[in-house]
Nanobody, 118 residues
Framework: QVQPVESGGGLVQAGGSLRLSCVAS????????MGWFRQAPGKEREFVSS????????AYADSVKDRFTVSRDHAKNAVYLQMNNLKPEDTAVYYC???????????WGQGTQVTVSS
């Protein structure tokens, strides 16, 4: 089954940093933008960030703007999410997914848990 693979989650204190990775190989992902989402316990999944194929266009949710940075490395088939100044409210499972031409997301990964302690 074709799906991206996320990694890099963990437990960190408030104010700390983590870098999440999403490896998405193959023609299924070639040429497509990618997005990061998160889902906290008892809450709906929410958009975090996106990046186009070239990496020149990015978008962020207001809640993470100026703290998170999305990037991609085509040589490694990877998309990254650098998360700085983490807050307890950033605690969630983080997912990456492919963004389609219809502005929808498909091919979701299994997610990686991020827990921020206060």
């Amino acid at each position: 089954q074709v799906q991206p693979v996320e990694s890099g989650g963990g437990l960190v204190q408030a104010g700390g940093s983590l870098r999440l990775s999403c490896v998405a190989s193959g023609r299924t992902f070639s040429g497509f933008p990618m997005g990061w989402f998160r889902q906290a316990p008892g809450k709906e999944r929410e958009f975090v960030s996106s990046i186009n194929w070239s990496g020149g266009t990015t978008a962020y949710a207001d809640s993470v703007k100026d703290r998170f940075t999305v990037s991609r490395d085509h040589a490694k088939n990877a998309v990254y999410l650098q998360m700085n100044n983490l807050k307890p409210e950033d605690t969630a499972v983080y997912y990456c997914a492919r963004k389609t031409a219809a502005d929808r997301y498909d091919y979701w990964g299994q997610g990686t848990q991020v827990t921020v302690s206060s």
